[in-house]
């Protein structure tokens, strides 16, 4: 994905695996957003390259884009 957002609204950074505790708290992040805000979510969980994608089309949430950082890390810009 190639779409750049220069100040997403709001961003979450984590060390912790990307489980469902994790996407509770992104879906109540995303919650406190007006339609078409972003949310930048950092994370070291390799699995998330393939989980975040999924939660987002599940949940109706545009993942704008999508990257390797880097230190090693996955970022991706979530819009409401």
């Not at 489980?19 to 699995?47: M, Q």
């Amino acid at each position: 994905m190639s779409g750049t957002v220069e100040s997403p609204q709001d961003s979450f950074s984590t060390g912790l695996p990307v489980c469902y505790e994790i996407l509770l708290y992104l879906s109540g992040r995303l919650a406190k957003l007006k339609p078409g805000e972003v949310l930048e979510f950092i994370t070291t969980d390799p699995d998330a390259q393939s989980q975040i994608p999924d939660w987002c089309d599940a949940r109706n949430y545009a993942l704008l884009d999508q990257e390797t950082l880097p230190d090693g890390k996955w970022r991706f810009l979530i819009q409401k």
